[in-house]
């Protein structure tokens, strides 16, 4: 339950902000542009944000190295 909630929260409010955000904007010739800026704005804040959240799920670490391997770099690799 405990990821659910940041995913349900962050979807409900760019997702509120790319529905209501369109029908704000006032009459104009360039209406549809600022329409569409502002949903493809949602659509990236929240993907930008869903693909962060979820590399942190499962973070990349480096090599498992055997304690051989550790002790031989610290030999070769003295300062």
């Keep these: 339950m ?3 909630i940041p995913i349900i929260v962050m979807t ?6 790319g ?3 369109p029908f704000i904007i006032p009459k104009g010739p360039n209406r549809w542009v600022v329409q569409v ?4 704005t949602c659509v990236c804040c929240w993907l930008f944000w869903a693909i962060t959240f979820l590399a942190q799920l499962n ?5 498992m190295l055997e ?3 550790v002790y031989l770099m610290q030999d070769v690799w003295k300062p």
């Excluded at 409900?12 to 902000?17: A, D, E, R, V």
């Excluded at 800026?37 to 493809?40: K, N, R, S, T």
């Design 12 to 17: 409900l409010f760019w997702g509120l902000i």
């Design 67 to 69: 304690k051989k391997v």
């Design 2 to 4: 405990g990821i659910l």
């Design 37 to 40: 800026m502002i949903v493809m």
């Design 19 to 21: 529905l209501i955000g």
């Design 59 to 63: 973070p990349l670490f480096g090599p």
